[in-house]
T-cell receptor, first 114, second 113 residues
Framework: AQSVTQPDIHITVSEGASLELRCNYSYGATPYLFWYVQSPGQGLQLLLK??????LVQGIKGFEAEFKRSQSSFNLRKPSVHWSDAAEYFCAVGAREYGNKLVFGAGTILRVKS | NAGVTQTPKFQVLKTGQSMTLQCAQD?????MSWYRQDPGMGLRLIHY???????DQGEVPNGYNVSRSTTEDFPLRLLSAAPSQTSVYFC????????????FGQGTRLTVV
């Protein structure tokens, strides 16, 4: 079955430090991938997406992610974290071969210390 | 520009009660879906619809019903609430099913006692 793994439940970084959130997937087909962010008490907002083409994608708020097919990964990065980036981050994966149903990872909670 | 609107934001039910969570979108999106969010489990798909009159089950459909009589509305019904249905529920819509951005509502926090 399809699965999405976000290995880190919590991550704490200092403001101004770089960030990498990991996402690994298990799919028997070519997937499309998303990263969403959820602030406390809010819905999910799309940060970026990968459908095809250039494997390095840029998103909003200075985030980027790289699709690595050989590693089945789609890690999210930001060079310098701001206190306002504290939130929960979800990786989501879908594929036409699996009915285009999105499967979400369990989420990573990011804490930013000043 | 409302996007996806969910009501209510909070609800407390007694075991065995029924209720309907409302979801409406004003973007003329074909695809709508309901998810539940539980700690450490991410979002799991309950039901989805690819257009008016068409619905299908997701990963965790038991105990829930849906209907899609119009493009705009996609209500989720809890038939007989159970404590295991305590969760945060999100409605989402997207232009089509597949590799298009999903827009999420603000969520409904449901507690079943």
């Amino acid at each position: 079955a399809q699965s999405v793994t976000q290995p880190d439940i919590h991550i704490t970084v200092s403001e101004g430090a770089s960030l990498e959130l990991r996402c690994n997937y298990s799919y028997g087909a070519t997937p499309y991938l998303f990263w969403y962010v959820q602030s406390p008490g809010q819905g999910l907002q799309l940060l970026l997406k990968y459908f095809s083409g250039d494997t390095l994608v840029q998103g909003i708020k200075g985030f980027e992610a790289e699709f690595k097919r050989s590693q089945s990964s789609f890690n999210l990065r930001k060079p310098s974290v701001h206190w306002s980036d504290a939130a929960e981050y979800f990786c989501a994966v879908g594929a036409r071969e699996y009915g285009n149903k999105l499967v979400f990872g369990a989420g990573t909670i990011l804490r930013v210390k000043s | 520009n409302a996007g996806v609107t969910q009501t209510p934001k909070f609800q407390v039910l007694k075991t065995g009660q029924s209720m309907t969570l409302q979801c409406a979108q004003d973007m003329n999106h074909e695809y709508m879906s309901w998810y539940r969010q539980d700690p450490g489990m991410g979002l799991r798909l309950i039901h989805y619809s690819v257009g008016a009159g068409i619905t299908d089950q997701g990963e965790v459909p038991n105990g829930y019903n849906v209907s899609r009589s119009t493009t705009e509305d996609f209500p989720l019904r809890l038939l007989s609430a159970a404590p295991s249905q305590t969760s945060v529920y999100f409605c989402a819509s997207s232009r089509t099913q597949g590799n298009t951005e999903a827009f999420f509502g603000q969520g409904t926090r449901l507690t079943v006692v």
